[in-house]
T-cell receptor
Framework: RKEVEQDPGPFNVPEGATVAFNCTYS??????FFWYRQDCRKEPKLLMS???SGNEDGRFTAQLNRASQYISLLIRDSKLSDSATYLCVVNFLDTGRRALTFGSGTRLQVQP | NAGVTQTPKFRILKIGQSMTLQCAQDMNHNYMYWYRQDPGMGLKLIYYSVGAGITDKGEVPNGYNVSRSTTEDFPLRLELAAPSQTSVYFCASSYRAPGTGELFFGEGSRLTVL
C-alpha cells in the first residue's frame, strides 16, 4: 500500500464548477501536510499548507482529518487555469526521514 | 531571481555511460534535495543534504552519488546509466527543514537511457 494515495483522475469539470480531491495517508506519525500543484511538464509548486483547523486561500479550501487520515482540497468556481495535477504531500516523522513524501497526483482538467 | 537552476534540461545517454546533473540555488538555502519522477508516479527522494559537506540517502539512492561542497551547488552523478534511470529529475531546496517550509524546485532534467 502506498504511503500517500490519491485518485489519479482525470477529473473533467466545466468552468465554474466546484471540485474536491481527497488524499489518504497510511502513517499516523505525520506532522505536516501540503498541496502542491504541477502543470504539465513543469516543476511542482506549493499551492497551500494544510492546517488542523482547515484553511482557505481564495477559491481553495484545504482540510485535514487526522482520525480518518486524509486531507482534502476543494476548488470553487474552477477556472481553465486550474487545469493541472495536484500533489498531496506529507511530512512523516517516524522513520527519521528528512524530506517530504509525495502522492502520485490527481489530474484536473477544466473544460470551457 | 534565478532560484534553483538545473542543467541540462534534456539528455540522452547510452547504457553504461555516466553523467552529472548540475543543480545550483542562489537563495542561501541549507537544505537541498534530488527527486526523480516517473510517469504517473509521485516524486521519489534520491539524496538530500542539510548543509555543505553533509549528504544522506533517500528512498532510491542506488546508482547515484552526490556531493555538497558549497551551499549553492548539489550535483547528482549517475554512474553506469541503466534504462531504469530514465526519468525526470528535480532538484529542490528549502530554507527550513522540509516539514516546516516550502520546497523550491528547479525546472527538471529529462533523462533518457537507451
Amino acid at each position: 500500500r502506498k504511503e500517500v494515495e490519491q485518485d489519479p483522475g482525470p477529473f473533467n469539470v466545466p468552468e465554474g464548477a466546484t471540485v474536491a480531491f481527497n488524499c489518504t495517508y497510511s502513517n499516523s506519525a505525520s506532522q505536516s501536510f501540503f498541496w502542491y500543484r504541477q502543470d504539465c511538464r513543469k516543476e511542482p509548486k506549493l499551492l497551500m499548507s494544510v492546517y488542523s483547523s482547515g484553511n482557505e486561500d481564495g477559491r481553495f479550501t484545504a482540510q485535514l482529518n487526522r482520525a480518518s487520515q486524509y486531507i482534502s482540497l476543494l476548488i470553487r468556481d474552477s477556472k481553465l487555469s486550474d487545469s493541472a495535477t495536484y500533489l498531496c504531500v506529507v511530512n512523516f516523522l517516524d522513520t527519521g526521514r528528512r524530506a517530504l513524501t509525495f502522492g502520485s497526483g490527481t489530474r484536473l482538467q477544466v473544460q470551457p | 531571481n534565478a532560484g534553483v537552476t538545473q542543467t541540462p534540461k534534456f539528455r540522452i545517454l547510452k547504457i553504461g555511460q555516466s553523467m552529472t546533473l548540475q543543480c545550483a540555488q542562489d537563495m542561501n538555502h541549507n537544505y537541498m534535495y534530488w527527486y526523480r519522477q516517473d510517469p504517473g508516479m509521485g516524486l521519489k527522494l534520491i539524496y538530500y543534504s542539510v548543509g555543505a559537506g553533509i549528504t544522506d540517502k533517500g528512498e532510491v539512492p542506488n546508482g547515484y552519488n552526490v556531493s555538497r561542497s558549497t551551499t549553492e551547488d548539489f550535483p547528482l552523478r549517475l554512474e553506469l546509466a541503466a534504462p531504469s534511470q530514465t526519468s525526470v529529475y528535480f532538484c529542490a531546496s528549502s530554507y527550513r527543514a522540509p516539514g516546516t517550509g516550502e520546497l523550491f524546485f528547479g525546472e527538471g532534467s529529462r533523462l533518457t537511457v537507451l
